[in-house]
Antibody, heavy 121, light 108 residues
Framework: QVQLVQSGAEVKKPGASVKVSCKAS????????MHWVRQAPGQGLEWMGW????????NFAQKFQGRVTMTRDTSISTAYMELSSLRSDDTAVYYC??????????????WGQGTLVTVSS | EIVLTQSPATLSLSPGERATLSCRAS??????LAWYQQKPGQAPRLLIYDASNRATGIPARFSGSGSGTDFTLTISSLEPEDFAVYYCQQRSNWPSLTFGGGTKVEIK
């Protein structure tokens, strides 16, 4: 069965970086895009961007351009999201979620369990 | 950027009642709209994709309709496990996605 298993909770200081991992199993890792979505406490869902695990190509929401990096290691079917220059308003649960490739791109059919990132001095 | 506006923000209903949730887009998204359900402490779950197609394993009481800028998620008869927050999401403007602000369906 499809599973996306994310790394554990993180506590970071303002200005630091965080790297969250998402290990995929139960399907062909390179056959689906991997998206990252975050949710601040008590708030809605915010899309951050995606990586194409096959090519390594990426696309980010304008809000995160210059601060987010998405990478993958196909040998271990794992995607990574790194966010730099952390601020207190980056405190959120970060989810990975897969979608089919075009033309069905963008339907987030399986999600990881979420990783809480807390930014506090 | 395409903005999705969901209404109402909160819907107070009793089990067995019909729920009607709305999602309006700032410009046409054709039929490229999905709905997700999120329960407290859980990841979102895909319910409906491309406006009206139920995802795998989703009960028939959930249905979606609409195209262009106006969309509806209907839950025909609320079960206790349906009380949750629902989000719409568009995939029309490749390569970006956006979500609506959510509608909370609570027990009256």
């Amino acid at each position: 069965q499809v599973q996306l298993v994310q790394s554990g909770a993180e506590v970071k200081k303002p200005g630091a970086s965080v790297k969250v991992s998402c290990k995929a199993s139960g399907y062909t890792f390179t056959g689906y895009y991997m998206h990252w979505v975050r949710q601040a406490p008590g708030q809605g869902l915010e899309w951050m961007g995606w990586i194409n695990p096959d090519s390594g190509g990426t696309n980010f929401a304008q809000k995160f351009q210059g601060r987010v990096t998405m990478t993958r290691d196909t040998s271990i079917s794992t995607a990574y999201m790194e966010l730099s220059s952390l601020r207190s308003d980056d405190t959120a649960v970060y989810y990975c979620a897969r979608s089919p490739t075009p033309p069905k791109w963008g339907q987030l059919d399986f999600w990881g369990q979420g990783t809480l990132v807390t930014v506090s001095s | 950027e395409i903005v999705l506006t969901q209404s109402p923000a909160t819907l107070s209903l009793s089990p067995g009642e019909r729920a009607t949730l709305s999602c309006r887009a700032s410009q046409s998204v054709n039929s490229y709209l999905a709905w997700y359900q999120q329960k407290p402490g859980q990841a979102p779950r895909l319910l409906i994709y491309d406006a009206s197609n139920r995802a795998t394993g989703i009960p028939a009481r959930f249905s979606g309709s609409g195209s262009g800028t106006d969309f509806t998620l209907t839950i025909s008869s609320l079960e206790p496990e349906d009380f949750a927050v629902y989000y719409c999401q568009q995939r029309s403007n490749w390569p970006s996605l956006t979500f609506g602000g959510g509608t909370k369906v609570e027990i009256k």
